[in-house]
């Protein structure tokens, strides 16, 4: 998924700002039980950005175990790749790793300042037509643990 966001006072907007995104995702699989999924995220955002649009690192979806917003900036670059494994019809495990880092420009990407996590869940199959799974993950970064339950996959 790429998309370009332009937000302008021509447009209605208090702030005048632009925002490239890139999402990239690809699906191994490894036997009929195991998927190996990676995912690439990156964000460019020029101009005049209001904190709330800072690109930041974290959450329920992207680099789990940091609090979401910990660490902002206006651009961003992540990776994450998660080991699917199916026990039977209706459960499952994980295993996950991520490292990511935000930064005012890309020219000031710096190996230096990358944060990482890692962690594991269980998943428990909702619905068999629609594939949508209960996820239990807990994520560690910085040697702390944060607790995520939702609905859906992180990518």
Do not use: C
């Not at 799974?133 to 995520?148: H, M, S």
């Amino acid at each position: 998924d790429i998309s370009l966001v332009k937000n302008d006072r021509a447009f209605g907007s208090q702030f005048t700002y632009t925002m490239a995104e890139a999402d990239l995702r690809k699906y191994f699989p490894i036997s009929s039980a195991t998927i190996l999924a990676f995912q690439g995220f990156a964000q460019l955002k020029t101009g005049d950005l209001p904190f709330l649009q800072l690109s930041y690192l974290g959450g329920s979806s992207m680099m789990r175990g940091l609090y979401a917003g910990r660490f902002r900036d206006n651009n961003l670059l992540a990776v994450q790749v998660e080991l699917r494994q199916r026990l039977s019809r209706q459960w499952g495990v994980v295993f996950f790793a991520g490292a990511g880092e935000v930064m005012p420009s890309f020219s000031q990407y710096s190996l230096d300042d990358l944060h990482s996590s890692i962690g594991g869940g269980f998943r428990r199959r909702l619905s068999k037509t629609e594939r949508v799974n209960l996820r239990i993950d807990v994520g560690v970064a910085n040697g702390k643990p944060n607790f995520y339950v939702n609905i859906s996959e992180a990518f």
